[in-house]
């Protein structure tokens, strides 16, 4: 270390350390108390996030003691279902790793395969290099990072990619934070495939479904921000639509709920229409009635509605 | 002798954390930087060789270094200059420029004098090392 740096060389092994004034500093509590209020259920990875600040903050007060404090690498898998909020938290933990001092600036460049591989011979370096730049003082967040890898196709310029992208994780590490994102099957196989990825990223984390009670409460959530509320029929209602739905092909927990809250929306705004003579209240217009749930083809059909949708048309 | 062109050329030359310093300047300005080299160094030489395309859409320094490192491997012996251009509407220039290469070994400029009609005497600069072709210059 640079001697006229002004850290300390040599304290006595009892000097205090404020750890929890360093907490308060980073004002990292309020990033994690968020996390909590909107984010429902996965408790894994809130326990990991919990770790990983634990871990920068205390590495962070050893290196102001003049302790050594190798750059601990970051890059992280995220696996699980489709809607079980990987994006979601990955523009978080770049916010809380920016907070924590471990990446400059702190924003989300979110790619997947085609932002990365090129068309042509040639053309892959550069175009990784470019997306690479753009990331660096931030996150890059590669979605179903497994498309870069095909197996059939050892031509595949993907590998290309991953080439550059394993360097500059082992040579870059304080410049960017590498988040690889996919379905928990297919990202292992991926790993499998490319030994050296797996061990340069340091956590894994699993993203679990969402039970459906954490999924009622998140329809909740989405609703409130929206300025909507159920009828407590309604709210009956959607817990049987949700214990359904799952049961359902193409089920996307949270993005599913998304979609069924915007087209009952749709059908309350019918509803309201429909009735064009009586007088509306306020109160009418940001409820959501039974029937608007009700009236889904999860309950008539058995069906998705966007997959009936789709029948329908080839029926006619 | 030491060639003094835009910002910054009377002070001694820059360490890199001091140039990263000054491309988060332009960064945080908004200013698209981009990288350019030559062997030509002539004052009123304005069209340097780009090296690569201006970056826009950068949010860090760490890209841009990688970039003018890269530009001074490959031409360890020509001048390389960073650009800040600034886009906003009524400047759209150049806001920043300086130099962060430099040959060893600078052999500088002749004043050439030309007679006019009346005995007018007209001025101008001849670099030496334009002496060669392109590419043989600064060899040393």
């Known amino acids: 270390m640079n001697p006229d740096s002004g850290i300390p060389q040599n304290l006595p092994d009892d000097t205090p350390v404020d750890l929890a004034g360093a907490f308060r500093d980073s004002r990292i509590q309020e990033v994690l108390d968020q996390l909590d209020r909107e984010l429902i259920g996965l408790k894994p990875v809130k326990t990991r996030i919990r770790e990983i600040a634990a871990l920068l903050l205390v590495d962070r007060l050893r290196k102001g003691l003049g302790l050594t404090s190798g750059a601990p690498s970051l890059h992280m898998s995220f696996t699980g279902n489709s809607g079980t909020g990987k994006t979601t938290v990955a523009m978080r933990m770049a916010e809380i790793l920016h907070r924590l001092g471990y990446v400059r600036k702190g924003h989300l460049v979110a790619v997947t395969r085609d932002d990365l591989v090129g068309q042509y011979i040639g053309h892959t370096a550069p175009k990784t290099r470019e997306v690479l730049k753009k990331a660096m003082g931030g996150v890059l967040f590669i979605d179903e990072a497994y498309y870069l890898y095909r197996a059939e196709n050892e031509r595949d310029y993907g590998q290309e990619t991953i080439e550059i992208l394993l360097q500059v994780m082992e040579n870059q590490r304080e410049d960017l934070v590498v988040i690889l994102a996919g379905y928990k099957d297919r990202m292992e196989e991926f790993f499998r495939s490319n030994p050296g990825m797996s061990s340069r990223i340091a956590h894994h984390l699993d993203f679990p479904d969402y039970s459906p009670q954490e999924l009622l409460s998140i329809a909740k959530l989405m609703l409130e921000r929206q300025q909507y509320y159920f009828s407590a029929q309604a709210e009956k209602a959607f817990q049987d639509y949700i214990l359904r739905r799952m049961q359902m092909p193409h089920f996307a927990n949270a993005r599913s709920m998304r979609n069924a809250l915007d087209r009952a929306r749709l059908r309350q705004a019918n509803r309201l229409f429909a009735r064009n003579q009586a007088k509306l209240t306020k109160n009418d217009l940001v409820t959501i009635e039974a029937e608007d749930i009700l009236a889904s083809r999860v309950f008539k059909e058995g069906l998705p509605d966007d997959k009936a949708a789709v029948r329908q048309g080839a029926i006619k | ?140």
């Not at chain 2, 910002?7 to 945080?28: G, H, N, R, W």
């Not at chain 2, 030559?38 to 060789?49: I, K």
């Not at chain 2, 890269?70 to 012996?77: L, S």
């Open chain 2, 1 to 140: 002798m030491r060639i003094t062109q835009g910002t910054f050329s009377f002070l001694p030359d820059f360490s890199d954390s001091e140039i990263s310093a000054q491309v988060e300047y332009c960064l945080k300005n908004n200013w698209a930087v981009s990288v350019e080299f030559t062997d030509d160094p002539h004052p009123r030489n304005t069209y340097w060789e780009m090296w690569g395309m201006p970056m826009f859409d950068m949010k860090d320094a760490a890209g841009i270094m990688h970039e003018i490192n890269q530009c001074r491997k490959a031409y360890p012996n020509h001048y390389v200059r960073v650009n800040g251009f600034d886009s906003t509407r009524g400047w759209e220039t150049v806001r920043l420029s300086f130099i962060v290469n430099r040959p060893k070994h600078e052999p500088g400029f002749q004043v050439l004098r030309e007679e006019g009609p009346g005995r007018r005497i007209r001025y101008t600069l001849h670099s030496y090392a334009t002496e060669k072709p392109k590419g043989e210059r600064y060899k040393d």
